[in-house]
């Protein structure tokens, strides 16, 4: 039986495990990424390995997330890890020179080769053939210092593209058909793996828009083949040196396939809050929009970008809409000012921003009370833009770009006009912003300002474990729920005291003091619970506020990953109608903890309803051992002992 790419690359990486779907296996990792605001927990826990240098092939530090400076904390994280990548060979990528999944690809990305990040975005690298997963910190911290990357052996989904795109439909949108078909917990253990006739006229931005989004589908990753349009774009990068052909075996096989004509894909939108809530432009045509904001790791390359010149070209930004733009890199910047279209930019009235991340992450440009926002993003979550009454739509540039002008939902077919873009044959190439590793580490020092403070780490599990139900929240909690992230909070990302006073406050305000007051207690979710973001402090928050265990139907995978790292048990209903039962308030225990949790169940009586649930807990040896130590740092520590 032939394997298909994702278990090529797989079974070349292959540590530990057998590659049977749900089993857990160990990889090898090739490369990692890190950016500022997940950044410098991860450095810190690297360090507290006491490991010289990195042992991974490459390792990049990105700014990208906090650039506003705003006072002394985000300015002292940036001086950390630039300091502490030079002094531990790693790569350190400037504030200004891009959103790390953009330079990634560009600068660093190998078809083949496994890349681990700590951003949930990080599957962009299989737009070129890598296997590119998301992770907490911790565990890209464990693969810098060349330990071994866990993960439950995925499924693989074929999804065949035929067909061709008709002309203003996008990447974008076929992501979002796929979101429509699969839903956000539609990818969960699951890989999805691009093929057909319809790839070969997909450029390789195209297929990291495509992979990019493959995180709001909860995939563990997507990949693409690498090919000649691979080979192109790494050529032009002059980066040839390093593509390989990379397809699934003729005979490979693949544990579900889903067939897409790209010829019957219509301009879409994901409507307020969920990435999933997709709908036809054409439906929603008409609505006034306030702000349409272009940019993002999912779409900000140069082709995006061009394309957006193009329709803006000697027209107007509507007086009604406050377009802002980030490019995805300073690459793609450079370029853009090189050939003009910077200036069509500029000139039709759109408002620049730096090379980062920005309003994707509620880094300013927060919509006004009850606005329309157009986004080229990824996310679309309430309150993730800054203004909580706000409703945002996930949409294409040429979208955006064409309802800018006409400050309404526009259908970017009534646009009049080419925008047809060549990919080019050479980019522009100047890595002067990619600080190198220090030669002599000896001489640096690494400087870690006030606001960088200790992690919380957790104790033994205990033979009793008991405490209140402090919150109930329902299906599709994402991480922005748990530990929101905006101009206000991503300066304090090392500094988990104060962040978390802020913990699960968009769901209940009463959240932080409710825990302090009970000494900790339990967590109850419904489906898909920690959706969204790797960002490990929505397990670190609620650690340091003394939850011990979180009850839900089920989990999202890299933040049940994360609370298991944490020591924090993850259990998920048997009966999902017990979820109903439970009510916030009520008095839970766990009683012989140590024991149950050496088993797959594990009984939590409600004491106050005089009851009790079967509850699963779906880990591997490895995870248990970590959720009996406490988490994964006092099981490194007991393994070095
Ligand atoms: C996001 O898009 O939510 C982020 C900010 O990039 C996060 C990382 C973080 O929370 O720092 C992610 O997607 O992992
Ligand atoms: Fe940055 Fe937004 Fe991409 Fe997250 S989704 S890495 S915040 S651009």
């Known amino acids: 039986m032939g394997l298909n790419l994702t278990q090529k690359i797989l079974k070349a990486h292959l540590v530990e495990g057998q590659m049977i779907p749900g089993e857990e296996i160990g990889i090898r990792i090739d490369q990692t990424l890190t950016q500022d605001s997940t950044g410098t927990i991860a450095y810190l826990q690297f360090q507290a390995m006491g490991i010289d240098k990195v042992k991974t092939e490459r390792s990049v530090a990105y700014i990208d997330h906090n650039m506003l400076q705003q006072g002394f904390e985000n300015a002292?994280?940036?001086?950390?890890?630039?300091?502490?990548?030079?002094?531990?060979?790693?790569?350190?990528?400037?504030?200004?020179?891009?959103?790390?999944?953009?330079?990634?690809?560009?600068?660093?990305?190998?078809?083949?080769?496994?890349?681990?990040?700590?951003?949930?975005?990080?599957?962009?690298?299989?737009?070129?053939?890598?296997?590119?997963?998301?992770?907490?910190?911790?565990?890209?911290?464990?693969?810098?210092?060349?330990?071994?990357?866990?993960?439950?052996?995925?499924?693989?989904?074929?999804?065949?593209?035929?067909?061709?795109?008709?002309?203003?439909?996008?990447?974008?949108?076929?992501?979002?058909?796929?979101?429509?078909?699969?839903?956000?917990?539609?990818?969960?253990?699951?890989?999805?793996?691009?093929?057909?006739?319809?790839?070969?006229?997909?450029?390789?931005?195209?297929?990291?828009?495509?992979?990019?989004?493959?995180?709001?589908?909860?995939?563990?990753?997507?990949?693409?083949?690498?090919?000649?349009?691979?080979?192109?774009?790494?050529?032009?990068?002059?980066?040839?040196?390093?593509?390989?052909?990379?397809?699934?075996?003729?005979?490979?096989?693949?544990?579900?396939?889903?067939?897409?004509?790209?010829?019957?894909?219509?301009?879409?939108?994901?409507?307020?809050?969920?990435?999933?809530?997709?709908?036809?432009?054409?439906?929603?045509?008409?609505?006034?929009?306030?702000q349409v904001a272009i940019g993002s790791c999912t779409n900000s390359s140069y082709m995006d970008l061009m394309k957006v010149a193009k329709i803006l070209k000697g027209k107007s930004v509507h007086p009604d809409v406050s377009l802002v733009i980030a490019p995805g890199s300073k690459q793609v910047l450079t370029m853009l000012a090189a050939n003009g279209a910077l200036a069509d930019l500029i000139a039709a009235g759109a408002r620049i921003l730096e090379s980062g991340c920005g309003p994707c992450i509620g880094m300013g440009q927060a919509p006004a009370t009850n606005a329309v926002s157009l986004r080229t993003f990824n996310r679309n979550f309430k309150g993730r833009c800054g203004t909580v009454s706000a409703g945002v739509y996930l949409v294409s540039p040429e979208t955006a770009a064409v309802s800018a002008i006409t400050g309404k939902l526009t259908d970017p077919r009534s646009f009049e006009g080419n925008i047809d873009v060549e990919m080019p044959e050479e980019f522009t190439i100047d890595d002067n912003m990619i600080i190198p590793p220090a030669e002599d580490p000896s001489t640096v020092e690494v400087i870690q300002g006030p606001n960088i403070k200790p992690f919380p780490i957790n104790t033994e599990l205990r033979e009793e474990v008991t405490g209140k139900v402090?919150?109930?929240?329902?299906?599709?909690?994402?991480?922005?729920?748990?530990?929101?992230?905006?101009?206000?909070?991503?300066?304090?990302?090392?500094?988990?005291?104060?962040?978390?006073?802020?913990?699960?406050?968009?769901?209940?305000?009463?959240?932080?003091?409710?825990?302090?007051?009970?000494?900790?207690?339990?967590?109850?979710?419904?489906?898909?619970?920690?959706?969204?973001?790797?960002?490990?402090?929505?397990?670190?928050?609620?650690?340091?506020?003394?939850?011990?265990?979180?009850?839900?139907?089920?989990?999202?995978?890299?933040?049940?990953?994360?609370?298991?790292?944490?020591?924090?048990?993850?259990?998920?209903?048997?009966?999902?109608?017990?979820?109903?039962?439970?009510?916030?308030?009520?008095?839970?225990v766990i009683e012989n903890?140590?024991?149950q949790v050496k088993g797959d169940t594990v009984i939590v009586k409600n004491k106050t309803q005089n009851t009790e649930y079967e509850m699963s807990l779906e880990v591997s040896e490895r995870e248990r051992q970590m959720l009996l130590l406490g988490g994964k740092i006092n099981l490194i520590k007991h393994q070095n002992a």
């Open 470 to 588: 402090l919150i109930k929240v329902e299906d599709n909690i994402t991480t922005d729920h748990i530990m929101p992230s905006n101009a206000k909070l991503l300066p304090f990302r090392s500094n988990i005291p104060y962040l978390a006073e802020y913990c699960l406050t968009p769901c209940n305000p009463e959240f932080p003091a409710r825990a302090k007051e009970n000494n900790g207690g339990f967590i109850v979710g419904g489906e898909n619970y920690g959706q969204g973001s790797s960002r490990e402090h929505a397990a670190l928050a609620p650690l340091y506020l003394g939850v011990k265990a979180v009850l839900v139907k089920s989990f999202a995978r890299i933040h049940k990953a994360n609370l298991i790292n944490s020591g924090i048990l993850t259990l998920t209903f048997k009966k999902p109608e017990d979820y109903d039962k439970i009510q916030e308030f009520d008095e839970l």
């Open 76 to 290: 002292d994280d940036h001086k950390y890890i630039q300091t502490v990548a030079h002094k531990h060979g790693i790569y350190f990528s400037r504030p200004g020179n891009g959103i790390c999944h953009q330079v990634h690809l560009e600068r660093f990305g190998v078809p083949g080769e496994t890349l681990l990040g700590s951003d949930s975005h990080t599957p962009t690298g299989g737009g070129i053939g890598m296997i590119a997963i998301g992770a907490g910190g911790l565990d890209v911290a464990v693969a810098m210092g060349g330990g071994t990357y866990y993960i439950t052996m995925p499924k693989v989904i074929n999804v065949k593209l035929t067909g061709s795109l008709k002309p203003f439909v996008t990447a974008k949108d076929i992501i979002l058909e796929v979101l429509r078909k699969l839903t956000v917990k539609g990818g969960v253990g699951k890989v999805l793996e691009y093929t057909g006739d319809g790839i070969k006229n997909l450029t390789v931005p195209e297929r990291a828009t495509i992979t990019n989004m493959g995180a709001e589908l909860g995939a563990t990753t997507s990949i693409f083949p690498s090919d000649e349009v691979t080979k192109a774009f790494l050529k032009a990068q002059k980066r040839e040196d390093v593509w390989v052909e990379l397809k699934p075996d003729e005979d490979a096989e693949y544990d579900e396939v889903i067939e897409i004509n790209l010829s019957d894909i219509e301009p879409l939108t994901a409507a307020p809050h969920s990435p999933d809530n997709v709908k036809d432009v054409k439906e929603l045509e008409g609505i006034k929009v306030d």
């Open 593 to 595: 903890a140590i024991e």
